[in-house]
């Protein structure tokens, strides 16, 4: 089993910024992807950032250029550091990951994460 726990979210105003940190706990690996997640009400859930095995990146192209997926040495803690924030990035962001491995796009447009934080809460004004 894993246990993933996020930090970091909170209320700012547009053109600030944010980062939010993910750290796994339990049968975790370095390699096995990490993926940020988000959802705003009445909004499906989108796959915002992910981390592949070999270490490539792949964002949702709402927000490349804005916001930079990355791990620490261990390959356990998962942040996002969210830059240029707009309206529309509010949502509760959460971070999920399994046992699977692959790029950072396979990883991000991969479905079906059984292991997710609690949630953080973003909100942009």
């Given at each position: 089993h894993?246990?993933?726990v996020e930090?970091?979210?909170g209320s700012v105003q547009a053109g600030g910024s944010l980062r939010l940190s993910c750290t796994a706990s339990g049968a975790h690996e370095s390699r096995y992807c990490?993926?940020?997640?988000?959802?705003a009400p009445g909004k499906e859930r989108e796959a915002v950032?992910?981390?592949?095995?070999?270490?490539?990146k792949d964002y949702l192209s709402s927000v490349k250029g804005r916001f930079t997926v990355s791990k620490d040495n261990s390959g356990n803690t998962l942040y996002?550091?969210?830059d240029d924030l707009r309206p529309e990035d509010t949502a509760v962001y959460l971070c999920a990951t399994d046992?699977?491995?692959?790029?950072?796009?396979?990883?991000r447009y991969?479905?079906?994460?059984?292991?997710w934080g609690q949630g953080t809460q973003v909100t942009v004004s």
């Amino acid at each position: 089993h894993v246990q993933l726990v996020e930090s970091g979210g909170g209320s700012v105003q547009a053109g600030g910024s944010l980062r939010l940190s993910c750290t796994a706990s339990g049968a975790h690996e370095s390699r096995y992807c990490m993926v940020w997640y988000r959802q705003a009400p009445g909004k499906e859930r989108e796959a915002v950032a992910a981390v592949g095995t070999d270490g490539s990146k792949d964002y949702l192209s709402s927000v490349k250029g804005r916001f930079t997926v990355s791990k620490d040495n261990s390959g356990n803690t998962l942040y996002l550091q969210m830059d240029d924030l707009r309206p529309e990035d509010t949502a509760v962001y959460l971070c999920a990951t399994d046992r699977r491995t692959g790029t950072g796009s396979a990883c991000r447009y991969s479905s079906g994460y059984p292991y997710w934080g609690q949630g953080t809460q973003v909100t942009v004004s």
